[in-house]
Nanobody, 116 residues
Framework: QVQLVESGGGLVQPGGSLRLSCKASGTLSSQNTMAWYRQAPGKERELIAQALSNGLINYVDSMKGRFTISRDNAKNTVYLQMNSLKPEDTAVYYC??????????WGQGTQVTVSS
């Protein structure tokens, strides 16, 4: 089993920044993909970016520019740096890990609220 623990969420003013962290533990494959998603109230969960264990990084086009994903394989941790935050970025942010075998695992989510 895989456990994912997110941290770093909170309340931030518009234009501010936050850095989210997600640490994975448990039975981890040497090859996996860690990703960040978010789910706003009343909306479906959406992908932000992926960071593969081989170093490749993918962003959803609409998320490019203000969000930066990175990972530390030695720490089994993925990060999401979020800058110039807007009220519409308010959501629960989830970390996901894909590997074979095992499928997809989810963290519990961390709330990000952008408000003045």
């Amino acid at each position: 089993q895989v456990q994912l623990v997110e941290s770093g969420g909170g309340l931030v003013q518009p234009g501010g920044s936050l850095r989210l962290s997600c640490k994975a533990s448990g039975t981890l494959s040497s090859q996996n993909t860690m990703a960040w998603y978010r789910q706003a109230p009343g909306k479906e969960r959406e992908l932000i970016a992926q960071a593969l264990s081989n170093g490749l990084i993918n962003y959803v086009d609409s998320m490019k520019g203000r969000f930066t994903i990175s990972r530390d394989n030695a720490k089994n941790t993925v990060y999401l740096q979020m800058n110039s935050l807007k009220p519409e970025d308010t959501a629960v942010y989830y970390c996901g890990l894909d590997q074979i075998p095992g499928g997809r695992s989810w963290g519990q989510g961390t709330q990000v609220t952008v408000s003045s």
